[in-house]
């Protein structure tokens, strides 16, 4: 890997500062970008960094992805040799009452990035997208080559968009990049509004925990380890002989759980009686995600090491303190 460093964007997130964590102990120079959006505290992001900060090869830019003259200015101060995109507004719903807000930072942001990208001479380009794009796919499990042309919400029609905004920059200017499709990360430091660590939370109070329909919808859950580790053999693959220039790959645990079944996981791992508070499906919401991981683990070698509930009693004991 080149002198030059990698930026990461959503540096301070769940996933960025986990990513940026692994990065800096294998030796590489990090610069990342987060602007502390108030979707959630940015105590808890400005904590997610805590280790990163005190290590020599990191430096952090607060900048938003909309300002497109900081943007192409830190391309031009540090000329990284690698991005990995993470930085998007998240969540269905939100996006839902909010889609202007949603396309100016997932769209826009996208164009800034790889504008800078393309003017630094960047070797390669990894999006974070996501399993939402398969919208109520009918086929399971979800492949890449399925078509993807009916998202049920802003958020996933941004992240399309974003991959259609990343092949045509890689077919006009040959930038190499490949777009993860994550599927239902979850883990320690995962964000405050997601369904396991909202419930974990919800459990230890003795609060009942709130079930969006009858409990049969599926989520193929990733732990956080193992959506790192996609991204690290992406960074290492991409732009290599090896490999077709532009790719995309599902990075998903490849067991799909009900949502009855994880609530009842929940319950076991905190050894809580579970109070369940039943609710209507909400809008935007898919039926079930379940990564086929036949192409990533053909080209990548990404294989998830880790179980749901092994996941579930690693976060629970993160969130001890």
């Given amino acids: 890997m080149p002198d030059r460093p990698i930026l990461i964007t959503g540096c301070a997130g ?12 294998e030796g590489h120079r990090v610069v990342g970008l987060d602007n502390f959006c108030d979707f959630y505290s940015e105590e808890i992001k400005r904590k997610n960094l805590a280790a990163a900060m005190a290590h020599d090869g990191f430096e952090l830019i607060e900048a938003d992805l909309r300002d497109r003259d900081a943007v192409l200015s830190l391309f031009a101060k540090y000329t990284p040799a690698s991005v990995i995109h993470l930085a998007a507004m998240a969540g269905v719903r939100p996006s839902i009452e909010r889609p202007a807000y949603y396309t100016a930072v997932n769209v826009d942001g996208t164009v800034n990035l790889l504008d800078g990208a393309v003017s630094a001479g960047v070797e390669r380009f990894l999006f974070t997208s996501s ?59 995962q964000r405050p509004d997601l369904a396991i660590g ?9 609060k009942p925990i709130p ?11 990733t732990f956080v380890d193992d959506i790192v580790a996609g991204y690290c053999a992406a960074l ?7 490999l077709p220039p532009y ?5 998903g645990g490849n067991h799909p759980v009900s949502l009855s079944e994880m609530i009842d996981i929940i319950g076991q791992v905190t050894g809580q009686r579970i109070t369940i508070d039943r609710k209507p499906m909400q809008m935007g919401d898919v039926e079930r995600t379940y990564a086929d991981l036949t192409r990533s683990k053909a080209e990548l070698g990404y294989a998830p090491k880790t179980s749901l509930i092994e996941g579930i009693r690693k976060q629970w004991q993160w969130m001890q303190g």
């Fill in 131 to 189: 399993s939402s794009v398969y919208g109520n796919n009918e086929k399971v499990p979800f492949g890449e080559s399925d078509i993807v042309d009916h998202p049920i919400s802003p958020y996933a029609a941004t992240k399309k968009s974003g991959e259609l905004l990343c092949h045509s920059y890689h077919h006009i200017h040959k930038l190499p990049i490949f777009c993860l499709r994550l599927f239902t990360v979850f883990g320690p430091r």
């Fill in 198 to 206: 909202k419930f974990l939370r919800l459990a230890k109070e003795g």
């Fill in 236 to 242: 290492e693959k991409c732009g290599t002989a090896a």
């Fill in 14 to 25: 769940f996933i960025g500062s986990t990513l940026t964590d692994r990065l800096l102990a």
């Fill in 247 to 251: 790719r995309i790959y599902n990075i």
């Fill in 211 to 221: 079930m969006f329909g009858d409990g049969s919808t599926s989520r193929d859950y």
